[in-house]
């Protein structure tokens, strides 16, 4: 079977004043049908930029798409015109941002935004569009929602707007859910109420997710796989387990080791990854971790390692990495010991 | 309520800080917003008290109410046995030198137009620490290096900087006026995971060289346990629930506690599959207006 979507090679470039910024660099990754992807990463790792430019979303100028191929269901959204992408943005594929004031129109009623969408994609009339978009607004758990579809966004606390994002996000059932930061500004206990009906949709519909996030708690409840990028790049990907078990990248390795979990509360002192996140408008010539990577070989810094199967671990466990993360880990030990 | 064996250096009691909203000129009704009301507990010497909340629980306002950024209406704050509630500004600044904040956002705690060096030293002028230009670059400098920037930096400008970078420069700011407690307002939300480890290290460090007590404001429960002494729980202005940090995480007794700890997400694939988030109704489930915070063991208070 085809992957619903296929990335080949994509590269994304701004020009800006101070020179160009180096966003996405050579990312490739096949997306299965029902699979739900973790993406993981900080910022200027490339997470939400290269989905943006994958679905015609980030202004050019500046951006740029210096190269690559996004096949979505065999179509390459790169080459698609500007009517076509709106056709299939909220339709085949939706999406959630992080800032639900930014993405919803403050002057329309939620009514207004829903319906609107799901007559443009879908043959419904305006009187089966508005029972669908109750009924969505019932879907991700709005109370009374016949009566609060007739307000506007700002009448909505920020968990219940988010709640209308992925409302809006799923109101076409898309094959594909992309969301970005989608929790990250909500209370956890509101989190894990949509986290929860998150899962409930696919249940339900099958649907393919992308959930971009810096929070590894949240991918591990979520994904069935990991996707880690760094500079943008891909630095990790594989299922799930794999990748919290036995990571490979040393990136994720020390984003894992520096979380405060109960046994490092004894150990008094939490690991941190020293340096700072690297210039995008000086791409390095390797790997773009290497400079703060203590695992690193000379040919890391001067030749970026290809995507490839971690050896002895599971297929389609992918490591970008020039050092073997659990060899250097093994001498590390028996040095301390 | 003694929350602490020994003398505490922060003493809160019945914080209040009401305000009206809505009627006005225009008619209407107004009504009363409680965004903290009846809000007790120490800080002792030394000790680093974590409060947690959702948004809006009253958190930051508790922050700011006790370092008089904003002035409460109601209630006791006592510094160091003294009490600083309605102080006024002239003596309220030999409190403030031992009480300083570090926020949220890195970037816009700076000024943009001052060098990070100058912005470091400008506490140290205005309180007349140091007297000549040779003795305050001196300061700047051990500050610098004491939080981890290279004191050659200093003539430069926060856009220069990383979030990281221009947080360990609001930290010496702190710092800089060798304070006895420092309000940290969710300190390391808006800086990237990779760095979030320095700065808690950093935070860890200092207080363990300088003595300081922390209230620690953070919705990342996993770094509160991690980092603090003792958490105390604000639910819709009022403080549910305060107690020795482990006792808050293995036995919480108030059911917005559970609740809370119950929505953490966990980095462990095998715990989030099995996890059940437990459901918090306020509605039926809040503090009755007389509830008053009981001890149900030693150093755990529940609001009751």
């Known amino acids: 079977m085809a992957p619903l979507l296929e990335v080949r090679n994509l590269t994304v470039a701004f020009d800006t004043p101070g020179g160009t910024v180096h966003a996405v660099n050579d990312v490739s990754y096949a997306l299965d049908e029902g699979e739900t992807l ?27 798409i210096v190269s690559g191929q996004v096949l979505f269901q065999g179509r390459d959204l790169l080459t698609l015109s500007e009517r076509d992408l709106r056709d299939i943005r909220g339709g085949q594929i939706g999406f959630v941002f992080q800032d639900p004031m930014t993405s919803l129109n403050p002057v329309l009623t939620v009514e207004r935004q829903l319906v609107e969408l799901i007559r443009r994609h879908t043959k419904l009339d305006a009187k089966a569009a508005r029972a669908r978009a109750i009924e969505l607004l019932e879907i991700v758990r709005i109370p009374d929602a016949a009566r609060r579809i007739g307000q506007y966004p700002h009448q909505f606390s920020g968990g219940m707007r988010q709640r209308v994002m992925i409302a809006i996000g799923v ?21 894990a109420q949509i986290l929860d009906m998150v899962k409930d949709l696919k249940r339900e519909f099958g649907t393919t997710v992308i959930w971009i996030t810096h929070d590894m708690g949240v991918v591990a409840g979520i994904a069935d796989s990991i996707q880690v990028m760094y500079g943008g790049r891909i630095m990790e990907r594989g299922p799930v387990d794999a990748i919290f078990a036995d990571p490979r990248s040393a990136y994720s390795w020390g984003l894992l080791q520096s979380l405060p979990t109960a046994e490092r509360r004894t150990e008094g002192r939490l690991h941190q990854i020293p340096g700072s996140p690297p210039d995008l408008y000086k791409p390095a010539l390797g790997d773009p971790f290497a400079p703060r990577n203590a695992f690193a070989t000379p040919r890391c810094l001067v030749e970026m390692p290809p995507l490839r199967q971690a050896e002895g671990s599971v297929p389609g466990h992918l490591v970008a990495a020039w050092y073997d993360l659990p060899a250097a880990l093994k001498a590390r030990r028996e040095t301390v010991a | 309520m003694s929350t602490s064996p020994t003398h505490p250096l922060l003493s809160v009691r019945n914080l209040a800080k009401h305000y009206t909203s809505g009627g006005g000129w225009f008619g209407g009704a107004s009504h009363l917003v409680k965004a ?11 000790e680093i008290v974590g409060l947690v909340g959702e948004s809006g629980s009253g958190k930051s306002t508790t922050g700011r109410v006790v370092l008089r950024l904003e002035e409460p209406t109601g209630g006791e704050i006592r510094f160091d046995g003294h009490d600083i509630t309605s102080l006024p500004a002239r003596e309220l600044k030999a409190f403030r030198r031992q009480m300083q904040v570090v926020f949220q956002d890195p970037y816009a705690a700076l000024n943009p137009r001052m060098t990070v060096g100058d912005f470091v030293a400008e506490p140290l002028i205005v309180h007349g620490l140091v007297t000549s230009r040779s003795e305050r670059s001196d300061r700047v400098a051990a500050l610098f290096k004491q939080v981890g920037l290279d004191p050659r930096f200093m003539t430069r400008y926060p856009h220069e900087f990383s979030g990281g970078q221009r947080q360990r420069v609001n930290i010496a700011r702190a710092v800089a006026m060798r304070p006895r407690l420092i309000i940290a307002d969710e300190p390391i939300t808006a800086l990237d995971v990779s760095i979030q480890a320095q700065i808690i290290n950093l935070f860890q460090d200092l207080q363990q060289e300088l003595g300081m007590a922390y209230l620690f404001i953070a919705h990342d429960l996993s770094m509160v346990r991690y980092l603090c002494h003792r958490v105390a729980v604000m639910l819709r202005g009022r403080l549910v629930e305060i107690a020795p940090t482990e006792a808050i995480f293995s036995d919480p007794r108030h059911p917005y506690t559970r609740s809370l700890l119950s929505a953490i997400p966990i980095p462990n694939p095998a715990i989030e599959r099995a996890r059940r988030p437990l459901a918090f109704d306020y509605e039926t489930q809040k503090p009755a207006p007389d509830a008053v915070l009981t001890e149900v063991s030693p150093g755990h208070f529940v609001l009751i």
């Open chain 1, 38 to 64: 973790g993406i993981v990463g900080e910022s200027g790792s490339g997470k939400s930029v290269h989905v943006l430019a994958m679905c015609g979303l980030i202004p050019r100028p500046p951006g740029r």
């Open chain 1, 171 to 191: 109101a076409c059932r898309p094959k594909l859910l992309i969301a970005d930061e989608a929790t990250t500004a909500l209370d956890v206990t509101v989190q």
């Open chain 2, 36 to 46: 903290i009301d009846d809000v007790s507990f120490d800080i002792a010497p030394r």
